[in-house]
C-alpha cells in the first residue's frame, strides 16, 4: 500500500471516528444530565419526607414536655383533654396514648386504642425516643401503624401519611427503621437491600441498583434513627434521554458530516496534486536553474548547484520547497529525481564538453537513498554526458542520511562511482554527529542560516565557526551557503572555507545564462583537462 493510500484511509478512519465522537458524547451527556436531574427531584422528595418525620417527632417531643410540667396526673380527665389537642394536631397522628407496663393504659383515641397489643421489642431512637413498628390497630388489619413514645406518652402515627403526599407514578417511596432495616411505611416498588445497602461508594446517600433498574437516594435523619428511600425506575432516565438525544444527535451527525467532508476535500485535493505532478514530470514542466559556486580563495567559479523549477501551464513557476516535500510524501519523488538527471543531460552535455572538470551538485531525497535504482540513475547520466566529461556531487540531508540503514549501501555506491558526497544543510536537522564518521563525506555545506549570523552578534554566530573547526577535523572540505554580502565572503574565506555559494556570487540561472557566466568566472582553460583525482583537492589545485 502506498503511503498515498494509508494516509487516504487513517483520513476516513479518523474521520468517521470525528463523525461518531460528537454522537456518542452527546448521548453520554444526555443520559448524564437526565440522571443529575433525576437525582435532583429523588432528593427533593426525600427532604420533604424527612421534613414531616421530623415534625413528627417533635409532637412527640412536645407532649411529653407538655404532660410532664403540666402536673396533671396522666389518664386523669385533664390529662386526657389535654392529650386530645395533640391527638388532632397533624394529619399524620391519629390519636395519643398513654403507655404502662408494656400496655396502652388509655388514649385519646378512646377504648379501642386499650386493646392495642404492643409489640414487644420496641427501637430506641437516639433522641429517648421508643419507637413500635408493625402496630396492628384490632379492626384495620390491613393496616399498620407506628407508635412514637416517650417518658409514656405517646402518639399512634399512619406512616403511609408520611410518604403518601409525595406520591406519583414514577417515585418508589419508603419509611424506614435503619436499626433493622425493615420498611415502616411504603410505596411502590422497593428492595429490601435498599435500606442496607453498600452500593453507595461516595457515601452520599445516590446509588444505583443496575440491575433492578433503579436510582436511589437513601438518607438517614439521624444514626440509629428513621431512614427515607426516595427511588425512580432507570427507565424513566432512558425517556428523558431520548428527548435530549433528539437535539444533540442532529447537531452531533452534522459536524460530524462536516468533519467527514473536509477529510473528503482534503483527499481529493492531495490526489489532484498529485495527478498534476504526474503530468508536469510526464510533460516537460520542470526546468533547471543553476546556481554558481565559487572558490573563495581566487574567486573562480567552480562548479553549481542544479535547483529545480516547476512552471505551470499559466506560466507561474513554484519554488521545490512547495512540491518537493508532496513529491515525497506522494512516492513520486523518484520519478523527480529521474526527471532531474535527465535534465542536466539535456542541459549541460555540451557544457561539459567544454568544462569537463565543472563541478555540479544535484539535491538528493532522503528516499533516493533508499533505492540502488538512485546509482544506475546516476551512471545512465555520466554515460549520457561521455565518460570524463564533468564532476558530479550529490547533495544529501541529515534526515536522509540518518532515518535508514539502506542509505549507507546507496550511498557508498555512489561514491565508488567517482561522484562527490555533500552533507547539505548542516546544522539545522539532527543533533546525532555519529553518522558523519559513518559515511564517505566529501563536503559539508554550512545551512545559510549560520551564514547570516556569521558576522553578527547573534548568540549563534559562533555556530558557523566550530561547523568549520568540525568537518576540517573530519577531513571534509567546507562550502558556505548563502553568502549575500562581501563580508560573509571575507568571513568565510578567512576562517578557511574552501568554498561559497549565494547571491553575492550568483543567483541561480538558466543553463543557457550559465554557459556565459562561467568563461567570465574562470581563469582561462581551469575546468579543461583530464578528471583530476576526487578526495579534498582544493579548486585551485585543479587547475
Ligand atoms: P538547498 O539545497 O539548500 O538549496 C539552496 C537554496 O537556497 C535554493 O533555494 C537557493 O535558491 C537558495 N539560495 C541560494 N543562495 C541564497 C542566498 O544567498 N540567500 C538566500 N536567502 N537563499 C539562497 P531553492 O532553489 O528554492 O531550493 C530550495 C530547496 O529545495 C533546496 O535547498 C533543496 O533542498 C530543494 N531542492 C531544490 N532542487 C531540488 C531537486 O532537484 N531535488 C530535490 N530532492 N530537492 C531539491
Ligand atoms: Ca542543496
Ligand atoms: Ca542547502
Known amino acids: 500500500m502506498t503511503k498515498r493510500y494509508r494516509i487516504a484511509g487513517l483520513l476516513l478512519l479518523a474521520a468517521a471516528i470525528l463523525a461518531c465522537v460528537p454522537v456518542v458524547y452527546s448521548l453520554h451527556q444526555a443520559r448524564k444530565q437526565a440522571i443529575r436531574e433525576k437525582y435532583v427531584l429523588l432528593d427533593d422528595v426525600s427532604t420533604s419526607i424527612r421534613r414531616e418525620v421530623a415534625g413528627t417527632i417533635d409532637v412527640i417531643e412536645r407532649l411529653s414536655t407538655e404532660m410532664r410540667s403540666s402536673g396533671d396526673t396522666p389518664c386523669s380527665p385533664e390529662g386526657l383533654l389535654r392529650m386530645q389537642r395533640f391527638g388532632i394536631s397533624s394529619h399524620i397522628v391519629k390519636s395519643t396514648l398513654y403507655l404502662q407496663d408494656g400496655k396502652v393504659a388509655c388514649s385519646s383515641g378512646g377504648a379501642l386504642m386499650r386493646q392495642i397489643v404492643l409489640p414487644r421489642h420496641p427501637l430506641r431512637a437516639a433522641d429517648g425516643v421508643l419507637v413500635y413498628t408493625q402496630v396492628q390497630v384490632p379492626g384495620l388489619p390491613e393496616r399498620e401503624y407506628v407508635i412514637l413514645e416517650k417518658d409514656g406518652y405517646a402518639l399512634l402515627v399512619f406512616p403511609d401519611g408520611l410518604i403518601s403526599p409525595f406520591a406519583r407514578p414514577d417515585l418508589s ?102 495527478a498534476e505532478l504526474l503530468r508536469a514530470i510526464n510533460n516537460g514542466h520542470f526546468f533547471l536553474m543553476y546556481q554558481p559556486v565559487f572558490c573563495l580563495q581566487d574567486d573562480t567559479c567552480i562548479g553549481a548547484e542544479a535547483l529545480l523549477r516547476w512552471q505551470h501551464e499559466d506560466g507561474t513557476v513554484v519554488p521545490p520547497d512547495h512540491f518537493i516535500p508532496f513529491a515525497e510524501d506522494a512516492g513520486l519523488i523518484q520519478l523527480v529525481t529521474r526527471r532531474v538527471l535527465e535534465l542536466v543531460v539535456q542541459d549541460l552535455s555540451g557544457f561539459f564538453r567544454q568544462y569537463p572538470r565543472f563541478r555540479l551538485g544535484v539535491n538528493l531525497s532522503p528516499r533516493d537513498l533508499q533505492s540502488m535504482d538512485t546509482p544506475r540513475l546516476l551512471a545512465d547520466m555520466q554515460r549520457a554526458i561521455g565518460p570524463g566529461n564533468g564532476l558530479f556531487v550529490v547533495e544529501a540531508t541529515e534526515r536522509g542520511l540518518l532515518e535508514e540503514a539502506s542509505a549507507q549501501d546507496v550511498v557508498a555506491a555512489i561514491h565508488a562511482m567517482g561522484i562527490e558526497i555533500a552533507i547539505d544543510d548542516f546544522g539545522t536537522g539532527y543533533s546525532s554527529l555519529a553518522y558523519l564518521t559513518t559515511y564517505p563525506f566529501d563536503i559539508l555545506k554550512v545551512d545559510k542560516s549560520f551564514t547570516s549570523t556569521a558576522c553578527t552578534e547573534a548568540v549563534t554566530s559562533q555556530v558557523a565557526i566550530h561547523i568549520i573547526e568540525l568537518a576540517r577535523s573530519l577531513g571534509m572540505q567546507t562550502l558556505a551557503e548563502g553568502i549575500e554580502t562581501q563580508e560573509q565572503a571575507d568571513f568565510f574565506r578567512s576562517n578557511g572555507v574552501l568554498y561559497g555559494q549565494g547571491y553575492f556570487f550568483g543567483r541561480p540561472m538558466r543553463a543557457a545564462d550559465l554557459s556565459a557566466f562561467v568563461p567570465r568566472h574562470t581563469r582561462p582553460g581551469q575546468h579543461a583537462g583530464v578528471q583530476p583525482p576526487l578526495k579534498h583537492t582544493p579548486a585551485a589545485a585543479l587547475d
Open 173 to 274: 417511596l419508603g419509611l424506614f427503621n435503619s436499626m433493622d432495616g425493615r420498611y415502616a411505611a411504603r410505596q411502590g416498588t422497593l428492595l429490601p437491600s435498599w435500606t442496607t445497602t453498600t452500593a453507595d461508594k461516595n457515601n452520599d446517600g445516590h446509588f444505583t441498583d443496575a440491575e433492578a433498574g433503579y436510582l436511589v437516594v437513601r438518607r438517614v435523619l439521624r444514626p440509629g434513627g428513621t431512614g427515607v428511600i426516595v427511588a425512580t425506575p432507570l427507565a424513566t432516565i432512558d425517556t428523558r434521554m431520548a428527548q435530549f438525544a433528539h437535539w444533540f444527535i442532529p447537531i452531533g451527525i452534522i459536524a460530524g458530516l462536516a468533519v467527514l467532508g473536509m477529510a473528503l476535500m482534503m483527499i481529493r485535493r492531495q490526489w489532484s496534486t498529485r
